[in-house]
């Protein structure tokens, strides 16, 4: 019975400090759902389109025919900006702090998302948004990548979630071996 009651304590003096590892580890979890924000939707004119928190921002970039919209991945995980159709914008992974630049030639409507996060949709209204990519390929059509680059920005520490998730388990399991040993010190001194 005592052995029973000693393996018992110890599995869960670890389960507990496992737990508590991850627990006590700030920046272990990301986005929640995979993807898009679920904040509401915002409709602003400019040339410029954030990525953040996974969201678009702003949701809906109202510009003039002949603009360059800029998309800004600001979020830790790289997300893509593609046009509806693949007509325009690109698979390419958007990493952290790297711009891609857009420019729309023709009045339309240009919507775009993340192929990566459920739930991440934009929009561009281009001028009052008739026209645009309706029956055109990516070759021919009034989208353009003008340019692609890095933004000089420094990460925020412990920004590396894989490794923050490896931190996160190595204490995990520190904490849960300690708590098991203490465990068993404390039964053979009440045994003995």
């Not at 869960?12 to 939707?41: E, I, K, T, W, Y």
Request: proline fraction near 5%; include cysteine; charged fraction near 15%.
């Amino acid at each position: 019975m005592r052995a029973r009651t000693s393996r018992r304590a110890v599995s869960l003096a670890f389960v507990f400090g496992v737990v508590a590892g991850f627990a006590l580890v700030p920046g272990v979890a990301g986005a929640s759902g995979g993807g898009g924000c679920g904040g509401p939707v915002t409709d602003e004119a400019g040339t410029e389109v954030e990525i953040k928190e996974f969201c678009f921002t702003p949701t809906i970039l109202r510009a003039e025919p002949g603009d360059t919209i800029t998309f800004t991945n600001l979020d830790r995980s790289p997300h893509t900006v593609l046009g509806a159709n693949g007509i325009w914008g690109s698979y390419d992974a958007l990493k952290r702090n790297v711009e891609a630049t857009y420019e729309f030639a023709e009045p339309g409507v240009y919507p775009f998302v993340c192929t990566w996060h459920v739930g991440m949709i934009g929009a561009v209204v281009v001028g009052d948004g008739a026209g645009g990519a309706i029956d055109t390929t990516t070759a021919d059509g009034p989208v353009s990548l003008a340019s692609s680059q890095t933004v000089a920005a420094d990460p925020p520490a412990g920004s590396n979630g894989v490794a923050g998730a490896l931190a996160a388990g190595a204490i995990g399991l520190a904490v849960g071996a300690a708590g098991a040993v203490g465990t068993l010190r404390l039964r053979r001194r009440s045994i003995a």
